[in-house]
């Protein structure tokens, strides 16, 4: 079992308020990453961090924000929810080991409904 | 373009019965593929990871073979129980990036029946 949390795990909000996902793993690994999936639908990488002060966007465009202050904290901020912001929500970790393939952990999700 | 494709995109089956779900990937340069189970409102969990070296590995009831010439990979699934029910999921990695890119597959939605 993974130790990685999501917080919250549902979540519904109005248009226009500012929300902040949690994500915090203690397993010390140095590389993060949130994903956004919609029913039916693949994975999206959103956002990236390879350690402390690292983040980069992924391959799907997103108008959210991430920090990376600490290891084990990969917070992901909307600052003005829409309804098209509606989705799940995951959040993964993984640490590298050298030339063998390493493993993505990945957290229960938040299911964001915006009304 | 990198893609991977899974079929069927939904399978039921009975109880104690076994089930073969596919992936064919075009990503490239391929590093490994890992088939994942994703439970209804959870995130993935990982059964398998295979290099490209390697061309079965088993996780208990689930083997996944890939053949890395034809670039198509399976799990089969024996013995099925109601807990196997779930989304499977494969996911290339190419190694041409330093983040080492995941690819995702939508997944083979699996119904278990009693």
């Known amino acids: 079992e993974a130790d990685i949390y999501q917080t919250p795990r549902y979540l519904v909000i109005g248009t226009g308020k500012k929300i902040t996902l949690e994500c915090s793993q203690t397993?010390?690994?140095?590389?993060m990453y949130w994903y956004q999936q919609d029913p039916g639908m693949e994975l999206h990488l959103i956002h990236y961090?390879?350690?402390?002060?690292?983040?980069e966007k992924g391959d799907l465009s997103s108008e959210s924000t991430v920090s990376r202050i600490r290891t084990e904290h990969f917070p992901l901020t909307l600052e003005s929810a829409r309804p098209s912001h509606t989705s799940q929500y995951l959040c993964?970790?993984?640490?590298?080991?050298?030339?063998?393939?390493?493993?993505?952990?990945f957290g229960p999700g938040t299911r964001l409904t915006v009304t | 373009k990198n893609q991977v494709e899974q079929s069927p995109q939904s399978l039921i089956i009975l109880e104690g019965k076994n089930c073969t779900l596919q992936?064919?990937?075009?990503?490239?340069?391929?590093?490994?593929l890992r088939w994942y189970k994703q439970d209804t409102g959870r995130g993935p969990v990982s059964l398998t990871i295979?290099?490209?070296?390697?061309n079965t590995k088993s996780n208990g009831r689930y083997t996944a073979t890939l053949d890395a010439d034809t670039k198509q990979s399976s799990l089969h699934i024996t013995a099925s129980q109601l807990s196997d029910s779930a989304s499977y999921i494969c996911?290339?990695?190419?190694?041409?990036?330093?983040?080492?890119?995941?690819?995702f597959g939508r997944g083979t939605q699996l119904t278990v029946w009693p």
């Open positions: 993964a970790s993984s640490v590298s080991k050298g030339q063998g393939p390493y493993e993505q952990y």
């Open positions: 397993m010390g690994h140095d590389k």
């Open positions: 961090s390879y350690g402390v002060n690292s983040t």
């Open positions: 992936c064919n990937y075009t990503v490239s340069p391929f590093s490994n």
């Open positions: 295979m290099t490209f070296s390697e």
């Open positions: 996911v290339v990695t190419d190694r041409g990036s330093t983040l080492g890119r995941l690819y």
